[in-house]
């Protein structure tokens, strides 16, 4: 199934608390590291890749480290992903070309595979940190399948905190 990386999954908490410092504040990896119990090392690395993608910067000094470069409404979660790890890849023939893929000459579903591939990127590019709220308790209609494959309605809590405009 997909899922995210562990530095992925530690690139998102140190940002989420960043999403939380107030004007001119930074933190620092260790900082960071410390209040998730990350390896400092690996942070640090996290964030260098991070800082190179201009989705955080580094401030100098005494009371430096690193702060968001721009609004977190404006850093979306597939920009944060494609930081870390690379664009993501629902499956193994999109992340090259497929050349590499020995059912390449039989395969029916690579279309089909392709087009939820750039779904599920697009709606990583829509989803943003500033949706990474703790505090909101909005629920969403999810449609699931049951064995006999009829759709049927139920209400889950939010993975990024993303608004329900109903």
Known sequence: MLSLSK????????????????????????????????????LAKIMQ????????????????????????????????????????????CTKSDGTDCDQLTRCTIRKPLAHIHAKILQMLSLITLAEFDESDSTTYPVVLMSQAAKPRTTTVMPLYGHKNED
């Open 49 to 92: 890749r991070l800082a190179r993608a201009d989705i955080v910067r580094s401030i100098s000094g005494p009371s430096g480290g690193y702060r968001l470069s721009r609004p977190a409404k404006e850093i979306s979660i597939a920009s944060v992903i494609s930081a870390i790890e690379g664009t993501p890849a629902f499956t193994q």
């Open 7 to 42: 530095k992925t999954d530690y690139g998102l908490l140190a940002l989420s608390h960043l999403t939380k410092l107030k004007e001119g504040e930074a933190a620092s990896a260790r900082e960071l590291a410390i209040e998730f119990a990350i390896p400092t090392e690996l």
